[in-house]
């Protein structure tokens, strides 16, 4: 029988520590990927190693890459405040400041080129246009169009084995997605998703991503074991 490889995309945080659950739930070989972009809540790559060792991935990278040097995105660019939730939209378009341009398309790009050498054809990434913070790169219309390019891009692709990009939290809620996990055996307490976070992971309770992730928790009605500062 042919092993399944999967390439994972993990941040660290809730949503992506969730999939990889869910692809090792479905018997794929994990190999997961994290990047170190400039990003102000640094301490996600810790995170993102200790749930890959929990989870049992068989290979974790973390790729540097240098978005923080083009800046536009309050995660990079340490001169714009992290707004609070409520308050984080632009004027113009009603997109998040915490918007990284380009982000989930230099992740998957980077994740196809892993994936290729692999011979992994399914990618995951932890998207979601339910309870997500309105970025245009976690739309279901932009997956579907990364994976045509995927297909058109890659020897792998032109050869007739196709890869899949695979977005299984897209149309969950986040109680959803954490009712999920946690019958998936996913540790909550290991995973960091403040846009803000500390040294030590904290969390600052105040930014978009803490209001999700903690409205998440009382809509489960599951113990949320996220540390504040």
């Given amino acids: 029988m042919l092993t399944k490889r999967a390439v994972i995309l993990l941040s660290g945080g809730l949503d992506s520590a969730t999939v990889l659950a869910a692809a090792r739930a479905e018997g794929y070989e994990c190999y997961t990927m994290s990047f170190d972009y400039g990003q102000r809540h640094r301490s996600e790559l810790a995170a993102s190693r200790r749930i890959s060792a929990a989870l049992g991935a068989v ?4 790729i540097g ?4 040097g083009m800046g536009g995105s309050a995660l990079t660019d340490s001169s714009l405040a992290i707004p609070e939730s409520g308050a984080d939209k632009t004027a113009a378009e009603d997109i998040p400041l915490t918007y990284v341009p ?6 998957l790009s980077l994740a196809l080129g ?3 050498v692999l011979k992994a054809y399914d990618i995951f990434i932890g998207v979601n246009d339910v309870d997500y913070s309105g970025y245009p790169d976690c739309r279901m219309a932009f997956i579907q169009a990364f994976e045509k390019v995927a297909n058109l891009a890659t ?7 196709a890869f899949r990009i695979q977005a299984p939290l897209q149309s969950m809620s986040k109680a959803a ?3 999920l996990g946690t019958q998936l055996g996913v540790d909550y307490a290991l995973t960091v998703s403040c846009y803000q976070a500390d040294n030590q992971g904290r969390a600052c309770g105040v930014c978009d991503s803490c209001t999700l992730r ?11 074991p996220t540390r504040y500062f």
């Fill in 114 to 116: 892993w994936a290729e």
């Fill in 59 to 62: 290979e974790h990278k973390v």
């Fill in 65 to 68: 890459i240098d978005l923080d």
């Fill in 214 to 224: 903690k409205q998440g928790f009382l809509n489960a009605d599951i113990n949320d």
């Fill in 155 to 161: 020897r792998e692709g032109v050869e007739g084995r």
């Fill in 177 to 179: 997605i954490i009712r």
């Fill in 102 to 107: 380009a982000r989930n398309t230099v992740f």
